[in-house]
């Protein structure tokens, strides 16, 4: 199974890319689900036809090949698979002393519709019956939050209610000094449904096969946001296999007059901008030219596909997910070890570190994770870090109250 994430700032185009992308794989025999997890959907428009939660087929012109298209509902998601686990949630808040009113504002979750958006691309995917699933994200800020939802989730959810609490029976209910021990065992179930559906996306966004493909129009402005996408990615262990610069204006060549020097002083911009990205990153760039006329449609779709990867496969350059190594080593307390994360820095980025018990906290650009430390480590305390272009090195030595114990 291949997963694409195509994301990028609001604007950008991304969603005509996607189902170009998608037209594409079609056309050259493959089973493709193109699907829209954007508020704003706008991927039935692109295909020119309608759309709905489940997949429906769209065939190509002029040829015997078809994709399957969906955009998911995230209203009737909430409504229907999250009021049960909201509910499981309340009780177990009330039953460890929260008010009923407390509870109820815990329990409305910031992101949910992101989460559900996910899980469906996830059953979808799970199916089988597509060798690739395209999804078509929000904008960036939107898919950097869906992104992270499952592992912040996850990590909370065991904090509060640890999977071996759930693995008794009774055990909750005794806990909270009720008698209800049908209820409260099916509050465990619920709970570790959602366990499990976490576990699943995590597991998902990890898989080899999964990755994202940015895309930007050649403007300064979207390409500083690029670039910090890229490190909020790479933060998040999560592969990018490449950018598609979007709307290029044509090379008016050897032709004059102002609107010729007009498009020649503004592609010229664009080419500056495009050259700094290629200076910033290894990742394979495709451009993409402003089109008079917008491409609406099957045949249009087509066309734009095949200007956008030409002869090369559209799912190749898959990278390896960005490297977290320890090197260094040693039995005493001279000992030194570096943890190596493969993080892209652009010069302006706000870097901060904490050590908080068994996890690192690395925070970039207001963006944080919790980066749990292999075992020898929990056992150091850290002596200082480099930051470069290239990633990120911090420095541990052995704790003396820990280490020989």
Same mark, same amino acid.
């Given at each position: ?12 185009g991304k969603?005509t890319l996607?189902?170009?992308t998608a ?11 193109v699907?829209?997890t954007?508020?704003a959907h706008?991927?039935? /428009?692109a295909l020119?036809t309608?759309l709905?939660?489940e997949?429906?087929e769209?065939r190509?012109?002029?040829?015997h090949?078809v994709?399957?298209?969906?955009e998911? *509902?995230t209203?009737a998601l909430?409504d229907?698979?999250w009021?049960e686990? #909201?509910e499981h949630l #309340?009780?177990?808040l009330?039953?460890?002393g929260?008010g009923e009113? /407390?509870?109820?504002e815990?329990?409305v979750?910031p992101?949910v !519709?992101?989460?559900?958006?996910l899980?469906?691309v996830?059953?979808?995917a799970a199916?089988?019956?597509w060798?690739?699933?395209l999804v ?6 939107e898919?950097l939050?869906?992104?992270a939802?499952? =592992? ?9 209610f640890?999977a071996?609490r ?5 055990l909750?209910a005794?806990i909270a000094?009720?008698d209800?021990?049908?209820r409260?065992?099916?509050v465990?179930?619920?709970?570790? #449904?959602l366990?499990e559906?976490?576990s699943?996306?995590k597991n998902m966004l990890a898989?080899?096969g999964?990755?994202v493909r940015?895309v930007l129009?050649?403007?300064s402005?979207v390409?500083?946001?690029? #670039?910090?996408?890229l490190?909020a990615?790479?933060?998040q262990q999560?592969r990018v ?7 290029v204006v044509p090379d008016p ?5 102002a609107?010729a ?6 592609r010229?911009? *664009? =080419?500056?901008?495009l050259?700094?990205l290629r ?7 495709r451009v ?5 006329? !917008?491409p609406v449609g ?6 734009l596909?095949? =200007?956008?990867y030409g002869?090369?496969?559209?799912l190749?350059n ?5 490297a977290?190594?320890v090197?260094g080593?040693? $039995?005493?307390l =001279?000992?030194e070890?570096d943890?190596r994360?493969a993080?892209?820095?652009?010069p302006a ?9 068994d ?5 970039v650009?207001?963006?944080?994770r ?7 480590l929990? $056992?150091c305390?850290?002596?200082?870090a480099?930051?470069g ?5 911090v ?5 003396p !109250?820990?280490?020989m114990r």
């Open positions: 199974m291949r997963i694409l994430l195509l994301t990028g700032k609001g604007g950008v969603t996607a189902a170009a037209a594409r794989i079609a056309a050259a025999g493959r089973k493709v689900l699907v829209s954007d508020p706008s991927l039935a /428009d020119g309608e709905g939660a997949p429906a769209v190509l012109d002029g040829s090949a994709l399957h298209a969906a998911v *509902q209203r909430v229907g698979t009021r686990l #909201r #309340r009780t177990m009330q039953g460890a929260v009113v /407390d509870a109820e815990l329990t979750l992101g !519709e992101d989460l559900l958006a899980s469906e996830h059953r979808l199916t089988g019956l060798d690739t699933v078509d994200c929000g904008p960036t800020a898919t939050r869906l992104l939802l499952p =592992e912040s989730l996850a990590g909370y959810l065991e904090r509060l640890p071996h759930r693995a008794v029976r009774g909750l005794g000094g009720s209800q021990v049908q409260w065992d099916a465990a179930d619920g709970l570790g #449904r366990a559906r976490l699943a996306l898989d080899p999964t990755s940015l129009t050649p403007e402005v390409a500083a946001e690029t #670039r910090r996408t490190t990615l790479a933060l999560i296999d490449g950018l598609i610069a979007n709307r060549g050897s032709a004059r007059g609107a020097q007009w498009l020649r002083t503004r010229r911009e *664009q =080419e500056d901008v050259d700094s200076s910033a990153t290894d990742l394979p760039l993409v030219e402003h089109r008079a006329a !917008e099957a045949e249009a779709l087509q066309e596909g095949a =200007e956008l002869d090369a496969d559209p190749e898959l990278p390896a997910a960005p977290m190594r090197t080593g040693g $039995r005493t =001279e000992a070890y943890l994360i993080l892209p820095l652009h980025a706000e870097l901060d570190l904490a050590r908080i018990g996890e690192l906290a690395i925070t650009d207001g963006r944080r919790l980066v749990a430390l292999p075992a020898v929990r $056992r305390v850290v002596t200082g480099i930051a272009d290239d990633g990120l090195t420095r541990f030595r052995p704790d !109250e820990q280490w």
